[in-house]
């Protein structure tokens, strides 16, 4: 095993715990809150990581930049669905919670 | 190794089918599906047909994804109009199969068993190797592209082609025909989200330009005109969802001319053949390249403008009250 292949199983394996870090969160997290969180952390740092593991594997420049598009297009996709549910979310229970208050 | 992956595949894309199925509720229903659609796509992967699961992903994730959701959308308001919020979790789906007396089951039961022992005969009896593989490799250098796939689409079967075309064009006009004639008028209300608009305003010149990609990368590898139809589409859904309706915009003629000129020019085109003494939709060898990419870049545009209607269209009725409680 050369040291590529070494690193390479590194980041995927570094890349498949956040993925399981952030489905273990999903399904245990208290509030929609707190499980957005989880879950844009394993498409940040998950996939990050698996895609810089594959890109080391494939070891083409040109395919490298390929991987590196899909991660940021994933990034960019997911955050900002992230965001907007957590803005509907808000939304929808600001009035509740305004009642509640009073 | 392989074999394992392909059976853990197999297994799981059997297994959400029959949960999304059987999923008590509506929206579980929705998200296993699209967790469906996902391992149908890595199975076709597997199979090597990346083309087909090019297709799967963005049609069965992507856009039934997005019409799926909508019509979440609007059972979930219809279920709170209708009952009280402690029942809206409860989904129709459930409350049918409750009731349902045993006779509809064993109906289901024994047509799929009897589905399953067909798909099986039909399994046993594949035969090893052979087919058309080697006719249709023969024949590559006179259809005009280097790509098998699209040789067959778009050269040897390209009736079938133009059928689909026309099948997602009629889907449409059964759209218009429930939906009635209030469509496009009113604007739908624009999002006052800054970051939702720039974000989406940034996709739409990648989208099109991924479209593109796919469009003239059909000639020599995976991709053609429904995978860039599926991707152009979906710029004009986001934009309808980023409160820019497309549609609303421009004039009903160029809409009615985007909607078949793919269909239309195809149809032409065959009869220009059988004008010239040849067969229906027999692309004279020389011209055959061009000819297909013409063809295949006004079926994409088609399609992709009758995807984003259908879309548009469905997303827009509810926004008439009247029309939404006439219609569940």
Known sequence: MTITELITVILLVVGCFFFLAGTLGVLRFPDLFSRLHALTKADNLGLGFIAAGIALHIASPWSALKIFFIWLFTLLASSTSCYLIAKFQREQHKPQNGKEQE | ?328
Do not use: C
């Open chain 2, 1 to 328: 190794m392989s074999v394992l992956i392909d059976i853990i595949l197999a297994i799981l894309a059997i297994y959400l089918a029959l949960q999304s199925l059987l999923a008590p509720r509506l929206s579980q229903s929705v998200f296993l599906f699209f967790a469906f659609g996902l391992a149908l796509a890595l199975a076709w992967i597997r199979l090597g047909a990346v083309d087909v699961a090019i297709t799967e992903a963005a049609i069965a994730a992507g856009f039934l994804g997005a019409l799926f959701l909508d019509a979440l959308r609007d059972f979930s308001v219809s279920d709170t109009e209708k009952q009280e919020n402690t029942k809206a979790d409860q989904s129709l789906v459930s409350a049918k199969n409750t009731n349902s007396p045993w006779l509809p089951k064993l109906a289901l039961g024994l047509g799929l068993g009897l589905f399953l022992l067909i798909s099986l005969e039909a399994v046993w009896e594949i035969p090893s190797g052979g087919g058309l593989t080697e006719l249709a490799e023969a024949m590559l250098p006179a259809s005009g592209v280097e790509h098998p796939v699209t040789a067959v689409l778009l050269n040897y079967r390209a009736y079938d082609t133009w059928l689909e075309i026309g099948v997602i064009l009629m889907g449409l006009l059964a759209i218009f025909a429930v939906g009635g004639r209030e469509l496009y008028r009113k604007p739908v209300m624009a999002v006052q989200d800054p970051l939702l608009r720039q974000v989406i305003l940034f996709f739409t010149p990648v989208l099109f330009l991924f479209g593109a990609f796919l469009l003239y990368v059909g000639k020599t590898g995976p991709g053609g005109a429904f995978q860039a139809a599926v991707l152009w589409g979906a710029i004009g859904i986001l934009l309808h969802l980023g409160g820019w309706p497309v549609f609303a915009v421009i004039p009903r003629w160029l809409r009615q001319l985007l909607l078949t000129a793919g269909l239309g020019f195809f149809l032409l085109l065959g009869f220009l053949f059988i004008a010239g003494g040849n067969a229906l939709f027999e692309y004279p060898p020389a011209y055959a390249g061009f000819l297909i990419l013409i063809v295949e870049t006004l079926a994409a545009i088609s399609i992709a403008a009758a995807l984003t209607a259908i879309f548009a269209n469905l997303n827009q009725m509810k926004e008439t009250p009247n029309e939404t409680e006439t219609t569940t």
